[in-house]
């Protein structure tokens, strides 16, 4: 989760800081959050659902990453003038392994071979196919020239997306969440990126919109299509629920938000005063 969220910062955080950061973080705001919303905590007693850590994972990380990217600024004019990848093979050999391995947790999260695990992974592979085959078709709608770094954006939008609900939602929810992130991401990614106080923040990786925006639409549209016939007895507005689990997983994702932000502003506060926060 940490190395996530340094992704806003990449190229500028003081190593030394970052492992201070880190153990904080992880104790203090992670831990917090874990325990609230998994294992019978005070969100999941309200109902509140999130199957691989779409929440306490990616949202966390994607407003925390925001903040610290915030707090210790921008990286200098000459890194942002030359930003291209050095090695589009890395890229893409990175991006297989890392699809690979979500079919092992979001598989894995169920603590038992069986339908639902079954489930899981194909949920995986639609939603993360479909958001990665919406990003390349949104390039071509928008005038943009498809690349592979775009299309590993979408591909893990996908992949962030169906986190929450993996076990959750039925295939024609997981290809409808891939749909909806993608899109959302995509115009959030190119568009909102450049309006105030979006604009003011250098985001070198783009995590607060990969990780913090997908992880909150999987996680609300969970509340959407949560699936009965799935994992547990959730039931989403679609299937008869009403609204209730769509609100339980608005004011969770509300809160996982606000306490991420405000926990990272004061522990890099707090680390700043003993070592810098920036590289020299």
Known sequence: MPLLSRGTVLGRRNFKACIQFVVWWSSLI??????????????????????????????????SGFIAAWVIGPSLQRDR???????????????????MGWNGFNGGDWYSAGEIASASILNTNLCT??????????DY???????LIGSVN????GLVAITPGAGFVNGWGAIIIGVVASTLVYFALNYLSRVRPFRNVD????????????????????????NKLMA????????????????VQAYTAAWVIVFSA??????????????PLRMS
């Open 81 to 99: 003038e030359v930003d291209a990848p050095n090695n589009l093979a890395m890229v893409a050999i990175g991006a297989g392994l890392l699809w």
């Open 203 to 226: 985001d070198t990786l783009g995590v607060g919109y990969t990780h913090g925006f997908a992880g909150v639409a999987g996680g609300l549209l969970v509340g959407i299509f949560a």
């Open 141 to 147: 709608m928008t005038g943009r020239k498809p690349s």
């Open 262 to 275: 405000i926990g990272t502003f004061i522990l890099l506060k707090l680390v700043g005063l003993v070592i």
């Open 129 to 138: 196919a479909v958001a990665f085959l919406v990003w390349v078709a949104l």
């Open 154 to 157: 979408g591909m893990i939008v």
């Open 30 to 63: 992670y831990t917090v959050n874990a325990f609230l919303i998994w294992g019978g905590g005070w969100f999941a007693h309200k109902g509140a659902i999130d199957y691989s850590g779409g929440y306490v994972i990616h949202l966390a990380a994607g407003a």
């Open 232 to 247: 547990g007895e959730h039931e989403g507005l679609i299937s008869g629920g009403g609204l209730h689990l769509l609100w």
